[in-house]
């Protein structure tokens, strides 16, 4: 339902115990919202601090990740659940530039500790996971367009290190080529404008899928 100008205004003119009342009950049914208002209101910790907190669970996963490899499949599920661990800081922050750098680092590490055991699994096998590392990489790109261009410094070396470590698997680098993803972009950090409808205009031909 559409918040129209008259509905909005009748909301402002409750009674402040009403309107407590009823954010109250929302809030039981919206944990992302508590969890949004508890850092807005109560939590002392700034951006930059929970952002290093996701640094190190981060670290913490890949490695676990590694240590415990079993197979491409496990790896894709595994990247997966940590990248919801990410998007849900971000929901809790509204961390862009974490959004970004945090997703280069879980690429970045699980790449760097197995490209080379992705790489030795049959294609087929070895194929949803490349796929997500690709359409990953994609998405970062279209983040990385909405920050201000400062931010491209901070971000370089993990951007270069992404780009090269794709180039150097064959599975990644196939793909890559594949759905349209120029590993140019990342080793130069020279990232088109249009980043955004480019990557659009791809998924809508049925790649990145």
Request: net charge neutral; aromatic share 8%; with cysteine.
């Amino acid at each position: 339902m559409k918040l129209d100008n008259k509905f909005k205004e009748a909301i402002s003119n409750l009674p402040s115990n009403e309107k407590d009342k009823l954010l109250f009950r929302l809030l039981k049914k919206d944990s992302n919202l508590v969890n949004r208002l508890y850092f807005d209101l109560i939590d002392n910790k700034s951006i930059e601090s929970r952002r290093q907190e996701m640094e190190t669970h981060v670290l913490k996963q890949i490695n676990k990740m590694t240590n415990g490899y079993y197979s491409p499949g496990y790896l894709h599920m595994d990247m997966r659940y940590l990248s919801g661990e990410i998007t849900e800081h971000v929901r809790i922050t509204r961390d862009h530039f974490g959004e970004v750098s945090l997703n280069l680092l879980m690429l970045n590490g699980v790449l760097q500790s197995n490209s080379r055991k992705i790489a030795d699994e049959p294609y087929g096998k070895a194929y949803k996971c490349c796929m997500y590392i690709i359409t990953r990489t994609f998405k970062i790109l279209t983040l990385i367009n909405k920050l201000h261009e400062d931010y491209f410094i901070d971000l370089k070396n993990d951007l270069q290190s992404l780009g090269n470590q794709i180039s150097e698997n064959e599975y990644l680098i196939k793909l890559a080529i594949q759905n349209g993803l120029d590993v140019n972009w990342l080793i130069s950090v020279d990232i088109p404008d249009n980043i955004v409808q480019i990557h659009k205009d791809i998924r809508s031909q049925g790649f990145l899928k």
